[in-house]
């Protein structure tokens, strides 16, 4: 490896307890503390709570799994410089008993990741798509939570400001680890240029960066790459934001269709506030069949997926007459089987599509494997957009373990702040143990009205109210 590896993959070494040196020698301990923001300025106060921690500005605090990773990754690190057009996504700060350093970190755009010493020192690549764990906060919403969205609410228009690249660029490799598991491909890499692309979004109806939004990606089989009029009613109700690309049809290079899509989770990601764990892909005939590629390979990114009259499948389907639709894509590693075994796959069809037999078989064989699969079929579909209210319906049961969890936690965060609120009332806190248990809130249902109020009560955000206690979520 040529060169010294920067000081934040010095520290990491030193937890596996593999040589360290430089002038940022940590090989006594591992940091007292890693964390990622997005000033350069070191942060001030870190607390024990993600919520709180991101409305100061600080976008994560890497534990000891993200510094291991960060570590055996590190191995591969090689020396580069930093090109022109690669952003500065945040800063990563090393600190250890009164030792400090920061590195700047980006992503270029063939998907390699860069940690740069601060001012003026080396620059180190690692790939991007291994970091991921790392780069996410970074990658996600960096901006306000006023009243301004940043675009048109409820209606379809050009995506604000430039794309962004996904950390995950499928080149050679790439396409090879993640749609063919590892073996060789003749799918060509992605030759997708991102400044030429255009997204539409739409913002649901009461968008407010306040609460985390879902995302649906939608998968075009034409030209348009304009969410259709049909999900508004579902996506509105969900509280979900919809993008699509322009120009990503069925005659697009398929690689290129998996591309724009992963670089639409990340420039929606980084523009509104969006929950990871609803992103959700949907798609018609052939963009339905990209749909189920999306999300059976990168599982670490949708959570779940809406395949509309076209999905595709890891074995060979067959057609009960002798005849076979080859797979689509090769069933994923474990470790991504793994992730997929917790997102739910509605397939809508009905017997008057000429893909209903297809399907219909796929999802037998996806429910055979243990995924959670469900074939949502109506007698009067054939090859077209469901209604508005079966795609609700469909969409509704992908988004229910989700809802229904966070309407779980959200009750009972309100429990919790009720119990403050009696114990304390409704005064800022000035004591370890009300600091402690307003963090619990915060952890409990994140971005919740409780988790809001607890933020007031610590002193992270102005308190706006003195209410009493209400018990609502």
Known sequence: MPGA??????????????????????????????VLSWSAAPPGAVLESPMANRLLGVAAVLGAAELRQLAVLSRRATEVGWPAETEVLGHAHVSRAEQHASYRVGVTPDGLALFATVPDGPVFALDADGCGAILAPLLGYDGGFGAEAGAAVGEVTQFPGDPRVSRIVLDEATVRDRLNAGRPTELPPT????????????????????????????????ESGRPPEAFTPGADAMNLVMIGAADAGNPRLATDRYQLALDAVASASRRFHIDPARVYVTGVSGGGRISSGLVACFPDIFTGAVPIVGLNCYAHVPLGDGRFVPLGFRKPDAKRWKLLR??????????????????????????????????????DMAHTLPTPERFTEALGWVDEPVALAGAAAGAEAGEQLDAYLARFGGLPATTDVQRRLLERITTTAPWSDAAWRACELLGVVPQETEAAPTGTP
């Open 5 to 34: 590896l920067p000081a934040i993959l010095l520290t990491v070494l030193a937890l596996l307890g593999g040589p360290a040196p430089g002038p940022f020698d940590l090989r006594a301990g591992p940091a007292d503390r890693v």
């Open 191 to 222: 030759d997708r240029y991102l400044p030429d692309e255009q997204l539409f979004i739409r913002l649901p109806a009461g968008y407010t960066a306040r609460r985390p939004a879902g995302l649906i990606v939608w998968i075009d089989p034409t």
């Open 342 to 379: 917790e997102h739910r796959i509605a397939a809508v069809s009905g017997p008057l599509d000429f893909n209903y037999r297809e399907m219909t078989n796929a999802v037998r064989i996806y429910q055979r494997d243990g995924l959670p699969a469900r074939l949502f079929e109506y007698e």
